[in-house]
């Protein structure tokens, strides 16, 4: 599910501590003793300064794990809520001692989340019953981190460093029953959600060897206290030649993942055999060996699938698999029961398209016109959904379709504004491809709001905030790409500055938020709005925006500007609007566009500005962006 940014940060929170506060335990009030005793650890703590500066740090760890025990057993005991501040500075300060005496001893942060110990057992047992496999449901796999890591058909699901802007958090912290996450299932407890949002918080790290390890994998070795597991004996790969008349990979391993894992995969493996990897195949289960290269009659596994076909043990409860496949894996075991694939412990579910790597597959292989097709079947469909009996008019461009029930004349002014904005696109960052979306991007123009709600509610199942006009939806391989407009008049207001500027800022956002792109929140609305804003002249609600980021920059230290997370939902448009129309106008559009493919790149904020604005930094660029505001505030008189 798709959540417009500009208000997801404020649903997450909102859901966060809506759940948290229904969720804490109810009982008397700490007391004053128990107030007094954290106080008493607190100038504890203070005393291990020395013990650092001598650099006595087994002493240092020792006494400071006493004090977090104790200051944990009488926050439990004493039910201090979670925003007490009492509570809350004598455990901060307590990590930071932490932290330093872990990094005099070189070990790891000591305060930070596991994902390993810690988050791989809750996604497992809550997650992955859905969300793995071989068709996962949204496509989005959380049986590893490399998974979570990519997200579904909807998007992201982790922003790290932010999650009052991951779509995690909102779908496990929801009110409402239908929406949250699991699916049909006990919402997860107060402990596990907060687990969550603070190893976001800290960055959402992967602390395991290997972020493809299943989570399930991960689960285990944190239930054995973190030890590592005793080393298998190695397994004999026969390794495939190039003569065998039977592939492993495309002609046994798809019945193997479609059919077998429910009951031998990476959750579950019944008489000790797993099918997760190749490796585990041929290491067999509690029996041993169920397959003996070049020997049907040794191999266990053929006795098993039924000898000629005839009465099939395996799969239990299942019809029997085709004559096509027993042949095959028939002649792959007389042939030395061979591998093709490249990593015999990687997953096998790696080694066989899902329906979403199919999909991909068919989307990437589609001409022009024929992903044209595609994008109006698709617009069709999407609004016999939401709106089965009212018809709908269109105007097509070489960029865009814009569709709705708006009349036909409003439907042409908007695509003019389209195609105007989509050569601002083309000259600030340089875009060459064409169209910029794939088969066009579709704009959908509801005339009234309460189409605009009813299209949110049908296709994202979400409601829609007062202050939310306009969103876009572009996934991976360019199955969607849309903008959704309600079509709210020519005169602004204190929520919105026209239709024609919601059209403008919506397809330069539907641009930057494209899967892959990776950009920082403020960069994205700024840019959306300051382009947006190019030309328009006299809007109540453009003016409004700098005094309002005035406001929201008190305080704020310059360095700081550009972190992701650091403004909230009412304030990162007003600051990104600003920001980026200061860099726009000392750069120019032609630098702005070379820093944002940086980011695009990989390249983290610092080093894009270094790059494109030396000898600026961070710290030199938020300087002069703030004098910048105070200057022009002095001019205004204000």
Known sequence: MIIPRRFLTCRILSGVVTFLLLTSPAGAAPTPEQRKELGEISREVGSISTLIRKKEWEEAETKLGELLAKANKIIEEGEFPDDDRTAASVLRAINIKRQAVAKGLGKPDPTLISFSKEIAPILNAKCCSCHSGDSPRGRLDISSYAGMSRGGQNGPLLVPKSPQR???????????????????????DRDEVKKLYMWIEQGALFDGDDPATLVADLGKAAADDGKKPTPLPPVDIPKATGNETVSFVKDIAPTFVNICTGCHGPNRQNSGFSLATFEALMRGGDSGRVIIPGNLDGSRLWQLVGVDGVTP?????????????????????????????????????????TEADLAMEKLTSLTEEQFREHRMQRTEEQWKRVSPRS????????????????????????????????????????????????????????????????????????????????????????????AAVEDVGDEPTDTHGGLQLNVRDVITEAWLRQPGNNLPEWLIRGASLTLAAQGVQDNSFVTSLTPRAIGALEGVAPGEIFDNGRFGPSEIGPVGYTLVSFMLKNGGAQKFGRFVAQLRGGSAVAAAVRTVYPPADLNALGTAYLQSLADGSKGRGK
């Open 166 to 188: 991951s779509a995690l958090m909102l779908r496990i912290t929801t009110q409402n029953a239908q929406l949250r996450m699991p699916k049909n299932g006990n919402a997860l």
């Open 313 to 353: 043990r395996m799969p239990q409860g299942q019809a029997r698999i085709t004559r096509k496949f027993h042949a095959d894996l028939r002649k792959w075991i007389e042939e030395g029961a061979k591998f093709d694939g490249n990593d015999a412990k990687a997953p096998l579910r790696s080694l066989v398209p």
């Open 391 to 482: 018809r709908a008019s269109y105007v097509v461009s070489d960029e865009f379709l814009v569709y709705g029930d708006a009349s036909k004349e409003r439907l042409t002014e908007v695509s003019q504004w389209a195609d105007a904005q989509a050569s601002r696109l083309r000259e600030t960052f340089g875009i060459n491809q064409k169209p910029i979306w794939k088969g066009r991007l579709t704009i959908f123009v509801m005339r009234d709001r309460y189409g605009y709600t009813e299209f949110n509610q049908v296709i994202h199942q979400r409601s829609t905030a007062r202050e939310v006009h306009s969103h876009s939806q572009v996934t991976a391989g360019f199955e969607d790409a849309f």
